[in-house]
C-alpha cells in the first residue's frame, strides 16, 4: 500500500498461485445472458490504414449471439460477477485489505485469441488477475492521455508502451488510475497441451467523485431536515420589509441569505452527514435485488450462526451501522458484534445469542429482507 496503492503499478507473478477461475466460460456465458448482468461484446476488425476498427455492443447475450470461439478478435465482459457467482464473492474478500467503502465489483473478460479492448486508461485502480490462459499486458506512464474521437469505446489516440508482460494464470497486475494500458489475448495451452481460453479478472474500485457526494449528501441532509420538522408546514421565504421594486428582475439579497441558512441548516448536524454519508457508501447497485425469506427469523433460533448476503454492503463508523443504505444506531456490546458481522460478515451461534433482543429483532428483519442467511457452518 505504501509503495505502490494510487502510485505506481505493481506485476505480482504467482499472485495466487495455482489459480483456477471460479467460473467455466460456458458459466459465464449463461450470466452474459442474463438481462440483470451488465455485459459487453468488443470486437475488433483487422487494421485499415494503420488503425483498428472497433465495434461495441451491449448484453444480454444469447450463446448463439457470442461469435464463434474461434475466431480471433473479440472479447467478452461480465460486470458484477460478485453479485450473482458465490465463487467470485469469496474471491472478491481477499482484497478487503482496501476498505469495503472503495471496493467496487469483480468483471471477468473472456477473449479470443488477439481479443482485447484496446489500449485506454482508467479512472479506477484496479488488480488485474489472470484466471486461465494468457494475456499479453503493454502499460505506459504516459502523460499524452487523449482518446480517438470516432471509437465507440475509450481508445487511446497515440499509445506508447513502456513495459510489457506476459501474465499466466494466479500471475496479477495493479494499475492505479489513469495508467495507459492494452491486454491483448494470447494464444496459449493448458498443462494437457489443450488450448486455453483468456480470461482476466478485473477487481475494480469505488471512489465517490466530489459534486456526486455534495448532490447524494445533500439530497439526503434536505429529506431529514424534512423529517425532524414533521408535520409542521414547510419554512417558507417571508419578506415583510421588502419595498416596492424599481428593479423586479434582481434576485432579492434577502433570498440568497434565506438559501444560505437553508444549507446551513442542512449541514448543521455533522451526525446527520455521518449517517448520510454510510448510508449513502452502503447503498447497493440499482440492479440489486434481495429475496425475501418466507422462514422468517427462524433461521436465527435454530443455533445456526449468521453470513452476510453476498450482494449485502454492510459498514460502520463510531456511531453507526450501515447496512443496504440504512443506517442504525448501535451501542455497547451491540455495536461491537455488529461491527464484527460487518467485518467478518458471518457472526456464530454463539455469539448471536449474545446480542440484545431489539438487535436480535433487528437481525430478524435482516434475515427476513434476504440480507442476512443462516450460515449452516454455524
Ligand atoms: C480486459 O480484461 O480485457 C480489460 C481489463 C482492463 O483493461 O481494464
Ligand atoms: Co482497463
Given at each position: 500500500m505504501r509503495r505502490h496503492w494510487q502510485k505506481k503499478p505493481l506485476l505480482v507473478r504467482q499472485?495466487?498461485?495455482g489459480f483456477k477461475p471460479v467460473l467455466s466460460a460456458a458459466q459465464l456465458f449463461a450470466l452474459a445472458s442474463r438481462d440483470e448482468v451488465e455485459s459487453r461484446l468488443i470486437t475488433r476488425s483487422p487494421a485499415r490504414r494503420g488503425q483498428a476498427a472497433w465495434r461495441l455492443q451491449r448484453g444480454?447475450?444469447?450463446?448463439?449471439?457470442?461469435?464463434?470461439?474461434?475466431?480471433?478478435g473479440w472479447t467478452l465482459l461480465v460486470q458484477g460477477v460478485d453479485l450473482h457467482s458465490e465463487a467470485a464473492h469469496e474471491l472478491m474478500q481477499?482484497?478487503?485489505?482496501?476498505?469495503d467503502a472503495r471496493l467496487d465489483d469483480l468483471m471477468i473478460s473472456y477473449a479470443s485469441e488477439g481479443g482485447g479492448v484496446g489500449p485506454h486508461f482508467d479512472s479506477y485502480d484496479v488488480f488485474l488477475l489472470q484466471a486461465s490462459g494468457s494475456r499479453r499486458w503493454q502499460i505506459s506512464a504516459q502523460t499524452?492521455?487523449?482518446?480517438?474521437?470516432?471509437?465507440p469505446l475509450k481508445i487511446l489516440r497515440r499509445f506508447a508502451p513502456q513495459q510489457e508482460f506476459v501474465l499466466h494464470a494466479g500471475d496479477m497486475l495493479y494499475l492505479p488510475p489513469g495508467y495507459a494500458h492494452d491486454g491483448v489475448a494470447q494464444p496459449g495451452t493448458g498443462a494437457d497441451g489443450r488450448p486455453q481460453a483468456c480470461m482476466t479478472y478485473s477487481i475494480g474500485f469505488r471512489a465517490p467523485a466530489q459534486h456526486e457526494l455534495a448532490a447524494a449528501l445533500l439530497t439526503r441532509l434536505a429529506e431529514m431536515a424534512q423529517e425532524e420538522d414533521g408535520d409542521a408546514a414547510p419554512k417558507l421565504y417571508r419578506d415583510p420589509?421588502?419595498?416596492?421594486?424599481?428593479?423586479?428582475a434582481q434576485v432579492p439579497p434577502a433570498l440568497l441569505r434565506f438559501a444560505e441558512q437553508a444549507l446551513a441548516r442542512a449541514l448543521r448536524e455533522p451526525q446527520a452527514l455521518a449517517s448520510a454519508l454510510g448510508e449513502y457508501l452502503s447503498e447497493p447497485k440499482p440492479n440489486v435485488w434481495f429475496e425475501s425469506s418466507?422462514?422468517?427469523?427462524e433461521g436465527l433460533q435454530k443455533g445456526q450462526g449468521v453470513r452476510l448476503h453476498q450482494r449485502s454492503r454492510m459498514l460502520y463508523d463510531a456511531k453507526r451501522v450501515f447496512i443496504n443504505g440504512e443506517a442504525f444506531v448501535a451501542l455497547g456490546a451491540d455495536a461491537r458484534l455488529m461491527r464484527q458481522l460487518a467485518d467478518e460478515r458471518h457472526l456464530p451461534a454463539a455469539t448471536l445469542a449474545r446480542l440484545s433482543p431489539s438487535a436480535r429483532q433487528l437481525l430478524g428483519n435482516w434475515f427476513e429482507d434476504g440480507w442476512l442467511v443462516a450460515d449452516l457452518a454455524g
Amino acid at each position: 500500500m505504501r509503495r505502490h496503492w494510487q502510485k505506481k503499478p505493481l506485476l505480482v507473478r504467482q499472485a495466487i498461485p495455482g489459480f483456477k477461475p471460479v467460473l467455466s466460460a460456458a458459466q459465464l456465458f449463461a450470466l452474459a445472458s442474463r438481462d440483470e448482468v451488465e455485459s459487453r461484446l468488443i470486437t475488433r476488425s483487422p487494421a485499415r490504414r494503420g488503425q483498428a476498427a472497433w465495434r461495441l455492443q451491449r448484453g444480454p447475450f444469447a450463446r448463439r449471439a457470442l461469435p464463434p470461439l474461434a475466431q480471433p478478435g473479440w472479447t467478452l465482459l461480465v460486470q458484477g460477477v460478485d453479485l450473482h457467482s458465490e465463487a467470485a464473492h469469496e474471491l472478491m474478500q481477499r482484497f478487503r485489505f482496501i476498505p469495503d467503502a472503495r471496493l467496487d465489483d469483480l468483471m471477468i473478460s473472456y477473449a479470443s485469441e488477439g481479443g482485447g479492448v484496446g489500449p485506454h486508461f482508467d479512472s479506477y485502480d484496479v488488480f488485474l488477475l489472470q484466471a486461465s490462459g494468457s494475456r499479453r499486458w503493454q502499460i505506459s506512464a504516459q502523460t499524452d492521455l487523449s482518446l480517438q474521437a470516432d471509437a465507440p469505446l475509450k481508445i487511446l489516440r497515440r499509445f506508447a508502451p513502456q513495459q510489457e508482460f506476459v501474465l499466466h494464470a494466479g500471475d496479477m497486475l495493479y494499475l492505479p488510475p489513469g495508467y495507459a494500458h492494452d491486454g491483448v489475448a494470447q494464444p496459449g495451452t493448458g498443462a494437457d497441451g489443450r488450448p486455453q481460453a483468456c480470461m482476466t479478472y478485473s477487481i475494480g474500485f469505488r471512489a465517490p467523485a466530489q459534486h456526486e457526494l455534495a448532490a447524494a449528501l445533500l439530497t439526503r441532509l434536505a429529506e431529514m431536515a424534512q423529517e425532524e420538522d414533521g408535520d409542521a408546514a414547510p419554512k417558507l421565504y417571508r419578506d415583510p420589509s421588502q419595498p416596492a421594486s424599481l428593479n423586479p428582475a434582481q434576485v432579492p439579497p434577502a433570498l440568497l441569505r434565506f438559501a444560505e441558512q437553508a444549507l446551513a441548516r442542512a449541514l448543521r448536524e455533522p451526525q446527520a452527514l455521518a449517517s448520510a454519508l454510510g448510508e449513502y457508501l452502503s447503498e447497493p447497485k440499482p440492479n440489486v435485488w434481495f429475496e425475501s425469506s418466507d422462514q422468517a427469523a427462524e433461521g436465527l433460533q435454530k443455533g445456526q450462526g449468521v453470513r452476510l448476503h453476498q450482494r449485502s454492503r454492510m459498514l460502520y463508523d463510531a456511531k453507526r451501522v450501515f447496512i443496504n443504505g440504512e443506517a442504525f444506531v448501535a451501542l455497547g456490546a451491540d455495536a461491537r458484534l455488529m461491527r464484527q458481522l460487518a467485518d467478518e460478515r458471518h457472526l456464530p451461534a454463539a455469539t448471536l445469542a449474545r446480542l440484545s433482543p431489539s438487535a436480535r429483532q433487528l437481525l430478524g428483519n435482516w434475515f427476513e429482507d434476504g440480507w442476512l442467511v443462516a450460515d449452516l457452518a454455524g
